[in-house]
């Protein structure tokens, strides 16, 4: 949520902090602001607050050269506090003049800290919690404070989570960066001429890929090739950076129109990326070689609690529903931000296992913080490797997806799912509760999944049709059951945060408990049915919503002659083992979403009010 890039070096930085942003812009597209200290030594802020158009309109302002410098921060903006528009767009100035600050994170107690500066004459420009920092670190730095103990001043006045960086007009060559706790990460690296500093990894690729991630309690000064890192009591932090395996071309959109269409088409080699290592087809076993519990351990584990936030939280269900099934360990997906603050019993029998791509979401980190300190062993499943999720949990799962830039989760979630489904194997070996035969059977299904997957993007044509037709309606049901249930989930959540439809998940045998009093001819009903033990019951389910005036679409199994007799629109994925239904069920369904969006003239890229990384609660 928000991201922020900053430069200083010997290049003007205009152009450096308009290129990071677009780097960062995923985060948070609501606005898009630099500022940079100009030969003269004074701070030059140039923002624009215009919705998703906001850095292509800052690219064209500051297209002039007018405004320039070696040294500047930027940012882009997902709205906590204040409507989207130029005043609240960050950077924000001190009204000294002096300090120009970038903040990802909420300062709860904002409104007292902003009395406190009003009733001393400071006059507030913006509806932001944020513009309280720049007015603490200026009046610091106007009384003779150096900027970095400015920032850590003020920080210290805050409550909450915190992420800011800071340039003043007294100290032209540095900028200062801060974090404290999980308001998203700070990375910096170095090359001769310059260093760098930006919420993401990707931000940094152009200029090293050595870099080094802000601690939570950490503060950082850059300057041209240098890097200097400190706690907050000033006193200095070696650390050596280390290598990062991100790649930048990876996170470019190529000729595809748009991110979620590179990654829905990515997601064959994301399943396959995520069995590297793992997977040995020629002797039929499975490993995971991150996952270094005793063997004499899993015996313990008498519950998993599974953890996440939407499509995670989904990618988590479907972890639980195969981990009880084939380690027959009790198992539950629950929602992070109900699960760190209900005081669970959670103990050292307790597996947890946390699953989150970015690695940053304030909610799933706040509840692994609480495993953690419940004495549970940890495990998280993610795609950013040194993002804060990797220091909280005891083992990291990587899903090897590839970055993920498109604010819809789409080839994470798969990868996701192909961890969670090895991780599952792992354990019911570990117990013994299959044998080596059983698992030769069963990678020899894993190992069709990459193919399976690829088939399944082949239905694009007969998807995009029933998308125009489901673009005409208000109102979606979506049903599943089993492992089919988090997929129907992630269908409904699918389709609203990009078509913007309103659009409802539920068991379906839940049905009649309610949700039928809805059916009609208004209302268009998704039902996930592959053949398995179930599909009967989603028969029945389907003639029920028929009966009412519904109009069913039903993902059904290749070769079922019998659902088309009872089903307005069917979507026939491959036949396969039903181990591994969910995923060729999963593909057509985020189809559906992006092609409906497109019907309805949405940007699948950057969907109203969503941000990719949801650092605060
Ligand atoms: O980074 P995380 O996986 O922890 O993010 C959790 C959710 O914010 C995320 O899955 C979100 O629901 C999806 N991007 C929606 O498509």
């Excluded at 919420?199 to 991630?213: G, H, K, M, R």
């Amino acid at each position: 949520m928000c991201g922020i890039f900053a430069y200083a070096g010997t290049e003007n930085a205009v152009p450096l902090l308009i290129e990071g942003l677009r780097s960062v812009e995923y985060r948070g597209y609501d606005s898009a602001g630099i500022s940079v200290i100009d030969g003269s030594g004074a701070i030059q802020t140039v923002k624009r607050g215009d919705h998703k158009s906001s850095l292509s309109n800052l690219a064209e302002a500051v297209s002039d050269r007018r405004v320039s410098g070696t040294v500047g921060i930027g940012h882009t903006r997902w709205a906590t506090h204040g409507e989207v528009n130029h005043t609240n767009s960050h950077p924000h100035s001190s009204s000294n003049g002096l300090v120009s600050i970038a903040h990802n994170g909420i300062i709860e107690n904002f409104l007292e800290l902003k009395d406190e500066l009003v009733d001393s004459g400071v006059e507030f420009r913006s509806d932001t919690d944020s513009e309280v920092l720049a007015h603490l670190v200026g009046r610091a730095v106007e009384s003779g404070s150096s900027l970095r103990d400015a920032v850590v001043a003020a920080a210290s006045r805050v409550k909450g989570n915190t992420a800011v960086v800071a340039v003043s007009a007294n100290e032209p060559e540095i900028v200062v960066g801060l974090r404290v706790g999980n308001a998203g990460g700070i990375v910096v690296g170095k090359n001769d001429d310059s260093a760098v500093m930006a919420s993401d990894t990707i931000a940094l690729l152009p200029y090293t890929s050595e870099v080094i991630y802000l601690e939570p309690g950490e503060v950082v000064e850059i300057e041209q090739g240098k890097v200097r890192l400190f706690d907050l009591d000033g006193s200095p932090i070696s650390r050596e950076p280390i290598v990062t395996a991100q790649n930048f071309e990876a996170a470019q959109k190529g000729n595809y129109p748009h991110f979620m269409a590179k990654e829905i088409a990515e997601q064959p080699d994301a399943v396959q990326s995520a069995m590297r290592g793992r997977v040995d087809i020629a002797s039929g076993t499975l490993s995971l070689p991150e996952l270094s519990l005793e063997r004499e351990h899993f015996g313990s584990i008498d519950r998993v609690i599974l953890t996440g936030m939407g499509t995670s939280l989904h990618a988590a269900m479907f972890g639980a529903s195969v981990i009880e099934s084939l380690a027959r360990i009790p198992s539950i997906a629950e929602n992070s931000s109900e699960l760190r603050y209900r005081n669970p019993v959670i103990g050292p029998s307790t597996l947890v296992v946390a699953v989150t791509q970015s690695g940053e979401t304030a909610d799933t980190l706040a509840a692994m913080e609480h495993a953690r300190s419940a004495g549970a062993p940890q495990a998280v499943v993610l795609e950013l490797e040194g993002s804060q999720a990797t220091r909280i949990a005891d083992f990291t799962l990587p899903i090897r997806a590839g970055q993920e830039i498109g604010v819809a989760s789409t080839k994470t979630m798969i990868a996701s799912m192909t961890t969670l489904l090895q991780l599952a194997v792992v354990l019911a070996e570990g117990r013994g509760v299959v044998g080596s035969v059983q698992v030769e059977k069963i990678v020899e299904a894993i190992a069709e999944l990459p193919s399976l997957v690829a088939t399944t993007l082949g239905l694009n044509g007969q998807v995009s049709k029933l998308a125009t037709r489901l673009s005409e309606f208000e109102d979606l049901l979506y049903l599943g059951r089993g492992a089919q249930l988090p997929i129907a989930l992630e269908g409904a959540l699918k389709m609203k945060e990009l078509a913007y439809i309103h659009a409802e998940g539920y068991p379906a045998g839940e049905m009649k408990h309610g949700v039928n009093a809805l059916l009609g001819p208004e209302m268009a009903t998704v039902v996930s049915a592959p053949k398995n033990d179930l599909y009967e019951k989603m028969l029945s389910n389907i003639s029920e919503v028929k009966a009412r005036g519904g109009e069913v679409a039903v993902i059904a199994t290749e070769g079922d002659e019998i659902v088309g007799r009872v089903a307005d629109h069917v979507i026939l994925v491959p036949d396969c083992p039903e181990l591994l239904q969910p995923f060729v069920t999963l593909v057509p369904m985020q189809i559906l979403a992006y092609e409906t969006a497109l019907a309805l003239g949405r940007d699948p890229d950057k969907p109203r009010n969503l941000a990719k990384t949801v650092t605060v609660e």
